[in-house]
């Protein structure tokens, strides 16, 4: 088989969501894993290439990027006893179960998670995996190889839990960890695992879980090695009143006086949810350049509240947007999310101040800006070669008008081709060489053998 050197023109799309509404009409020019020139509408390419791909079928979108998701919940997905609950009571239902999780289970999960995500046109996701118990210690690794197996980008958080219920915290004692634990392990993962600069496939950052699950402590401690190594910081704040009530009663202070408090009021940090601001902690969160993950199904799903994304982005917060876990969504598809960011900030701001195009915006532009990318997230030259391309060939797309809205409002779940540094990971809404039915069977597997072991534990 003969291997091109040369560029690839993808060709006269349907339609395109580029940066600044310039005219890619023509489509877009790509070489060793970036875009590298952009046509206008009855152009040719000025660059030589040797390859053509027609998209006069698809509609072209930068690479959808999650920003938030815990790829281990795929296995607790619909589960009996956490439905019709808040946040507080589903956690405290489902981490008990959630304590026997394997390192075969993560590896199954992780996988899955990330085929869906990119069968729905995602490029780059953020997995914030915070459950170390006995047996667990090397559950970022194996997330690792799965990444290099499918081939995706990932931002894989070393998550932690060091406050368990002995000490008013909410999460079991058989997940929670020392201090020196959670430190010596970030700190390795960094060195092993964490990718610089452009084009980077793998990339660490720092997770304590949440204000009710970890101290003040290892915030700090985080932090400070967040600092020393020039990684990223992220954790869930804001996310119900219940949070900010535990965070009044424990700390004294509200969430983002404690977000200060413990060092983390700055532009290396991107937290979950941030629903419950006031205007002023709006404006200083803005000030600092802290990123925002909206998770509008999950938040729906747990009737968590509504994020402020329009005031976070006025006050200079990036907002992106995440799946969240698929035990609070339950699923892992992106291009659904935006649809459900689009039609939830209509909800809260009407109709004629939300469109299509933020939403869009808020799921490429503003996710690479939530995690720190300034080479994805954007169809221009010089950015990676992250593309996700969808048809519209369906029922459901049938008598509609105008393309890049038809892709939303008429409700598109799958993607026909993505592609991630110019090679196509998904090929005719496929996975080449990945046996989906193979893994919908292991995981399924999975996710009884885990819920049978909170049973026998029970019923012991």
């Known amino acids: 088989m003969?291997?091109?050197t040369g560029a690839l023109w993808i060709k006269n799309p349907l339609a395109i969501f580029a940066s600044q509404g310039e005219d890619v009409s023509g489509g877009i020019v790509i070489h060793d894993g970036k875009i590298v020139e952009l046509v206008a509408g009855g152009q040719q390419p000025t660059t030589a290439y040797d390859q053509t791909y027609d998209a006069s079928r698809h509609v072209v979108l930068p690479g959808l990027i999650n920003t938030h998701h815990h790829f281990y919940q795929t296995l607790t997905r619909a589960y009996p006893d956490a439905l019709n609950k808040e946040l507080f009571p589903w956690l405290k239902t489902l981490y008990p179960l959630w304590a026997g999780l394997e390192p075969e289970?993560?590896?199954?999960?992780t996988t899955l998670a990330m085929a869906e995500l990119m069968l729905s046109g995602c490029t780059l996701a953020a997995d914030h995996h915070y459950?170390?118990?006995?047996?667990?210690?090397?559950?970022?690794?194996a997330q690792v190889e799965a990444v290099n197996t499918l081939g995706i980008r990932a931002m894989l958080t070393r998550g932690s839990m060091s406050l368990g219920e002995d000490d008013g915290g909410l999460p079991p004692q058989s997940t929670v960890q020392t201090e020196q634990q959670i430190i010596d392990d970030s700190e390795r993962l960094i060195q092993r695992y964490h990718q610089r600069g452009e084009g980077a496939t793998v990339q660490i950052a720092l997770a304590p879980c949440s204000p009710f699950s970890v101290t003040p402590e290892i915030m700090k401690a985080s932090a400070l090695l967040a600092e020393r190594n020039d990684v990223r910081l992220h954790t869930h704040l804001?996310?119900?009143?219940d949070e900010?009530?535990?965070?009044?009663?424990?700390?004294?202070?509200?969430?983002?006086d404690y977000l200060e408090s413990v060092g983390w009021l700055s532009n290396r940090t991107w937290l979950a949810h941030g629903i419950h601001f006031?205007?002023?902690?709006?404006?200083?969160?803005?000030?600092a350049g802290v990123g925002i993950c909206h998770c509008p199904t999950s938040n729906m799903m747990l009737a968590s509240g509504i994020a402020r994304v329009k005031e976070l982005e006025a006050a200079g917060a990036p907002v992106g947007l995440g799946v969240d876990g698929s035990a609070s969504n339950d699923g892992s598809n992106m291009i659904q999310e935006v649809r459900q960011a689009l039609y939830l900030q209509r909800l809260r701001y009407g109709s004629s101040s939300v469109t299509h195009f933020d939403a869009y915006r808020w799921a490429t532009e503003g996710s690479a800006k939530v995690l720190g990318r300034n080479d994805v997230g954007v169809i221009a030259v010089g950015m990676q070669a992250d593309l996700a391309l969808f048809?519209?060939?369906?029922?459901?797309?049938?008598?509609?008008?105008?393309?890049?809205?038809?892709?939303?409002l008429c409700g598109a779940h799958k993607a026909d081709r993505v592609m991630v540094a110019g090679q196509w990971t998904v090929v005719n809404g496929e996975i080449p060489g990945l046996d989906t039915q193979q893994l919908i069977a292991d995981h399924s597997q999975m996710a009884k053998r885990l819920a049978e072991k909170l049973k026998n534990k029970t019923v012991v």
């Open 244 to 256: 900010e009530t535990f965070c009044l009663q424990r700390f004294g202070m509200r969430t983002v």
């Open 238 to 241: 804001a996310e119900t009143i």
């Open 391 to 408: 048809t519209l060939d369906e029922m459901r797309f049938s008598g509609s008008h105008d393309p890049l809205a038809a892709l939303l």
């Open 105 to 109: 289970m993560l590896k199954v999960a």
């Open 278 to 287: 006031d205007d002023d902690e709006i404006k200083r969160l803005g000030a």
């Open 131 to 141: 459950l170390f118990p006995n047996g667990m210690e090397e559950a970022i690794d």
């Open 2 to 4: 003969t291997i091109s």
